[in-house]
């Protein structure tokens, strides 16, 4: 990121950047990516295409959707993986995810919200209050929805508009979210101009079900005694698949799993130490919060599955391609999401049963819950998972983006790793 930032010093101050903060937490990021995940040996050569995706995230992702939106195109703000991606692109409309994974920026959120909040809320805003989110006036406006009561909150008192996500999953709820769907979809009409067809949303429905496929390609392999990749980098690849152009991710996914695939059938894997096997479960990880990835796996446990948003939750789903009418296919994009599981429904039983059944084909020892600290409803729902998962052991981890704890963290994952280790799978 240091290495890029003479070239785009110009393009941050164009779009109102403050550039000496903005090189303090480009240097904080790299510092923790070099930490985090430059660490592990012998990674996959293609690795190098998802690295320069987290490097490029405030440079030349930036500079694309300038140019983008130079060119009369227009592009909003996303926080959630509820927003249907699909309907902005068949608009011509780039969503573009904020969620902030930067420990720098937190505490620059004290000016409007208070401290007892999830680090991803604080993150993301700390970084617009203090001009070093790049992505702050490259957008028409900003897509909030309600899913907890801390995004409700904040949308309210930045104004945002936000999508009504439900909290059950009966008919009526269905019906709901379909209309918000609905609403949606004239909403990216009127912001591009452009009427959406049946053509241009069949295209972003295929586009997007390829990308999820290749995610669901890459992670399979995750399955086999020797994972070609570690949950690091499977991580590292999620969280560029929610911030690269579609079709630059497709390619570089793409490219990773034909190596993963050839790694795997010569048996080498990511790991030197095939450590007990592990589901991650929880909170998210934004682009640039991996602690916990990395300090469970430094500590010689491998996840081999997780099921947070920034992991299966986002690409287990695909919307069903057989739908011919523009009608059925915004019916098919709600059914799609609508059986994303987060935290926020009550009863969250569809949740139970995937992290069951993934436990099972991934043939994890243990789970750990990744919980961002206040994020109530990860924390709170931890409990019914380890009912649900009845006999697994379990090692829930409250974090928030801060390097402090590190340590304090290891001595407990040691602790289950050794638990782990006496227990056959
Ligand atoms: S955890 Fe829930 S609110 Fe957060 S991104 Fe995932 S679906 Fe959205
Ligand atoms: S991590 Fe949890 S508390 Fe934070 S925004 Fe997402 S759901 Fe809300």
Same mark, same amino acid.
Do not use: K, N, T
């Given at each position: 990121m240091q290495e890029a930032a003479t070239d785009y010093r110009q393009l941050w101050s164009e779009i109102g950047v403050d550039i000496e903060l903005h090189d303090q937490l480009l240097a904080s990021l790299d510092r923790v990516f070099t930490h985090t995940h430059?660490?592990?040996?012998?990674?996959?050569?293609?690795m190098s295409l998802f690295d320069k995706a987290f490097h490029d995230s405030h440079s030349g992702r930036v500079a694309e959707i300038a140019s983008y939106r130079a060119n009369g195109g227009k592009s909003i703000g996303t926080?959630?993986?509820?927003?249907?991606?699909e309907i902005a692109l068949a608009a011509g409309v780039l969503p573009m995810p904020l969620c902030g994974g930067s420990?720098?920026?937190?505490?620059?959120? *004290?000016r409007m919200f208070?401290? *007892?909040?999830c680090p991803l809320i604080r993150s993301t805003f700390g970084m617009a209050f203090s001009g070093t989110c790049p992505y702050k006036k490259l957008k028409e406006f900003a897509v909030g929805e309600t899913t907890c009561d801390a995004k409700k909150k904040a949308w309210d008192l930045l104004g945002f508009p936000s999508l009504e996500v439900p909290q059950k999953k009966n008919q009526v709820d269905r019906d709901l979210w379909l209309s918000e769907v609905e609403r949606f979809r004239r909403e990216m009409e009127k912001l591009s101009g452009r009427a959406i067809t049946a053509e241009a949303l069949a295209a972003s429905i295929r586009l997007v079900n390829d990308k999820r496929r290749l995610l669901q390609r890459i992670n399979s392999?995750?399955?086999? *005694?020797?994972?070609?990749?570690s949950g690091l980098d499977a991580l590292l690849v999620s969280q560029a698949a929610l911030n690269m152009d579609v079709a630059a991710f497709n390619a570089a996914a793409g490219t990773l799993a034909a190596e993963l695939e050839a790694r795997a059938s010569k048996g080498?894997?990511?790991?030197r130490d095939p450590g007990p096997r592990v589901l991650f479960a929880g909170s998210p990880s934004p682009m640039g919060f991996a602690k916990t990835h990395y300090v469970v796996e430094s500590s010689g446990?491998?996840?081999?599955?997780d099921e947070s948003c920034t992991g299966m939750?986002?690409?287990r789903d695909l919307v069903?391609?057989?739908?011919?009418t523009l009608e059925d296919m915004i019916s098919a994009i709600a059914d799609r999401y609508f059986s994303i599981d987060c935290?926020?429904?009550?009863?969250n039983r569809e949740r139970m049963e995937n992290v069951g059944r993934l436990a099972g084909e991934y043939r994890v020892r243990g789970v750990v819950h990744s919980i961002l600290q206040y994020c109530h409803g990860y924390d709170i729902e931890a409990k019914a998972l380890d009912r649900a998962l009845a006999g697994m052991p379990s090692l829930k981890i409250v974090a928030d983006y801060?390097?402090? *704890?590190e340590e304090q963290i290891r001595v407990r994952v040691e602790a289950f790793r050794e638990v782990l280790a006496g227990r056959a799978v």
């Open positions: 430059l660490w592990q040996a012998d990674r996959p050569a293609s926080f959630c993986i509820y927003v249907p991606d420990g720098w920026s937190v505490d620059h959120a *004290d208070p401290r *007892d909040i392999l995750r399955m086999l *005694d020797e994972p070609p990749i080498i894997g990511a790991y446990l491998r996840i081999v599955a939750r986002y690409f069903d391609e057989g739908a011919s935290a926020c429904f009550s009863p801060g390097e402090q *704890d």
